[in-house]
């Protein structure tokens, strides 16, 4: 059984940095892609980021390239979030979530395709 946990979250200031942890236990050979997706108030929830667990392939929301950058670890069964630059409109309860397949240019955001959610954790830029 697949479980995520996210840390990292916290208060930081516009232009500030954080690294966003999703701890993946029990991955099996059908997880193949972990995504980052975030929900401000009032807001769905979108894709920030995606990797692929085999080959690495990375994808990310317009909104975020060149300052996040998403990365694993699979020795400690870790993925990696690295938010810099961090503007206002980036608040919001970040999630980690696992999905069975493969993570394509074209749906690595699709929210109906993670099977697996961790409970979030809070980003405030002030």
């Known amino acids: 059984h697949v479980q995520l946990v996210e840390s990292g979250g916290g208060s930081v200031q516009a232009g500030g940095s954080l690294r966003l942890s999703c701890e993946v236990s029990?991955?099996?050979?059908?997880?193949?892609?972990i995504g980052w997706f975030r929900q401000a108030p009032g807001k769905e929830r979108e894709g920030v980021a995606a990797i692929m667990i085999l080959g690495a392939t990375t994808y990310y929301a317009d909104s975020v390239k060149g300052r996040f950058s998403i990365s694993q670890d699979n020795a400690k069964d870790m993925v990696y979030l690295q938010v810099n630059s961090l503007k206002a409109e980036d608040t919001a309860m970040y999630y980690c979530a696992g999905r069975p397949g493969s993570c394509w240019s074209y749906n690595w955001d699709s929210r109906d395709e993670y099977n697996r959610w961790g409970q979030g954790t809070q980003v405030t830029v002030s």
């Open positions: 029990g991955i099996t050979e059908g997880t193949n892609c």
